[in-house]
């Protein structure tokens, strides 16, 4: 299978589209809550990333040029682009490569995942070699760390780590493979050049107490962009939209009030 399957979520009462594109190792009904919020507002076409959830049997790699393709291909021009996490690499892949859109958002995710000299608030290489190592021994005990990573800090760490580990396999295991293509994406991309030359609008949504992607990482990167808006919120960590929604929401269409 070469083409991505999409889920779509009409609303009558929504003039515009988002495309959303979720994180490492989940796939798009993670977004089931936000999905509602957003309703009034969008017409949602959710993407699995190939070797994920609905998409885990596409043949296409999960690399970013390639993804960004068959998205385009799948999803209306002109619309939002929101990712979360390794779905806003693909996003952000997407605007500075020319993919027609009216607005991206990126959900807690950065335009450089690992720390640099010059990028202080990137996560440790280490983690990333660590995490690689898992996943060739056991990646049923990899995930479960990253998804308690992804929890900690959370002032709701509790009901958004239960809900990551509820939905994690929901649609399937993951191909390890493919989630060792995730971290080395995650591990090599450095988009931090693109960020001035972006046509686009964009906004930033950070969680507070992020361990994963430091909400000062994504201060900096909207200061690198003509056209930036960013929301930190308070209490939130790596995955707001399950635990402080309606703030994700208010964010996201502050602009197209």
């Not at 515009?16 to 017409?43: C, N, Q």
């Not at 043949?59 to 291909?73: G, K, N, T, Y």
């Not at 640099?116 to 005990?141: K, N």
């Not at 649609?171 to 001035?196: E, H």
């Amino acid at each position: 299978m070469t083409s991505l399957q999409v889920e779509f979520f009409d609303s009558p009462s929504a003039s515009s589209d988002l495309v959303l594109l979720h994180g490492w190792a989940m796939h798009g009904g993670i977004f089931a809550t936000l999905i509602e919020r957003l309703k009034p507002h969008y017409r949602v076409h959710c993407v699995d990333l190939p070797g994920h959830g609905l998409n885990r049997e596409s043949a296409l790699p999960l690399e970013l040029s390639a993804c960004v393709d068959a998205i385009a291909d799948v999803v209306p021009r002109d619309a939002t682009w929101c990712g979360w996490s390794l779905g806003g690499l693909v996003a952000l892949h997407a605007a500075q490569s020319g993919v027609a859109m009216q607005r991206l958002v990126m959900l807690c995710a950065s335009p450089c995942f690992v720390k640099q000299a010059d990028w202080r608030y990137g996560v440790s290489p280490e983690i990333f070699h660590d995490f690689a190592h898992g996943l060739r021994t056991d990646w049923h005990a990899t995930l479960d760390r990253f998804i308690a990573l992804e929890a900690f800090g959370s002032d709701n760490a509790r009901e958004e780590l239960r809900t990551l580990r509820d939905q994690v396999l929901a649609r399937g295991a993951p191909n390890p493979a493919v989630l060792a293509d995730g971290l080395d994406v995650l591990k090599q991309t450095d988009l931090r050049a693109t960020l001035p030359a972006l046509q686009v609008p964009t906004t930033w949504i950070a969680g507070r107490r992020d361990r994963l992607v430091d909400p000062r990482a994504m201060q900096e990167a909207a200061a690198l962009c003509a056209q930036a808006d960013v929301t930190v919120i308070e209490h939130a960590g790596h995955a707001p939209f399950l635990t402080h929604g309606d703030a994700v929401v208010t964010a996201m269409t502050a602009r197209t009030a």
